[in-house]
């Protein structure tokens, strides 16, 4: 089955930094990777996924890249607030199956 | 739009106990999932349903069994629970033909004393 790993598991930054998390998965059939935020005490919310046509998605200070030969993936934040501390989790899944592997999470702590 | 209600928030049950975990949507999702969240080690998917009546094992199934009788109802059921199944545990669903992103519940949080 899929194994989706994720690096790294705590990254603590000043505000105004950037921050980045790596993911890696085994499937090359894997086709859809979201990302989720999970704010302490919370559900999960996906804040930004990628489809595996493309190389590159943004969304304001949060952008997701995808390296298909590779089987990388990484989320970038820009311009961190203290808002975005929180726990993040990628996921990859094959297209159709609507099961998704999770990584393990990183822990975000920016600090004001 | 609820969206995906989940009950209990919390329990404490004594080992030996057996308890369910409700779990309820109203987007007339066809996908529905139970996860269960470790510190530190992510979401271990544990039984999901493809639609009514359709049932399969995840990651983590032992100890855990479920039920889909209806599109809107996933109950998770704990039979002898085990301080293993200390956890806080996720109820989530998507619909085919989605984006395929999970609308989770707020999360049950299970102790096992």
């Known amino acids: 089955g899929e194994n989706v790993e994720q690096h790294p598991s705590t990254l603590s930054v000043q505000e105004g930094d950037s921050a980045v998390i790596k993911c890696t998965y085994s499937?090359?059939?894997?086709?859809?990777f979201p990302w989720y935020k999970q704010e302490l005490g919370k559900r999960p919310q996906l804040i930004i996924d990628?489809?595996?046509?493309?190389g590159e998605k943004k969304d304001q200070r949060i952008a997701v890249t995808l390296n298909k030969t590779a089987k990388h993936f990484s989320l970038h934040i820009t311009e961190t607030q203290p808002e975005d501390s929180a726990v993040y989790f990628c996921?990859?899944?094959?297209?159709?199956?609507?099961?998704?592997?999770f990584g393990r999470g990183t822990s975000l702590i920016v600090h004001p | 739009n609820a969206g995906v209600t989940q009950t209990p928030k919390f329990r404490i049950l004594k080992i030996g106990q057996s308890m369910t975990l409700q779990c309820t949507q109203d987007?007339?999702?066809?996908?529905m999932y139970w996860y269960r969240q470790d510190p530190g080690m992510g979401l271990k998917l544990i039984y999901y349903?493809?639609?009514?009546?359709?049932?399969d094992k995840g990651e983590v199934p032992n100890g855990y069994n479920v039920s889909r009788s209806t599109t809107e109802d996933f109950p998770l059921r704990l039979e002898l629970a085990a301080p293993s199944q200390t956890s806080v545990y996720f109820c989530?669903?998507?619909?085919?033909?989605?984006?395929?992103?999970?609308?989770f519940g707020e999360g049950s949080r299970l102790t096992v004393l």
């Open positions: 989530a669903s998507t619909g085919t033909g989605s984006t395929g992103e999970l609308f």
């Open positions: 499937d090359s059939a894997s086709n859809y």
């Open positions: 990628i489809r595996s046509n493309v």
């Open positions: 996921a990859a899944s094959k297209g159709g199956s609507y099961i998704p592997t």
């Open positions: 987007m007339n999702h066809n996908y």
């Open positions: 349903s493809v639609g009514a009546g359709i049932t």
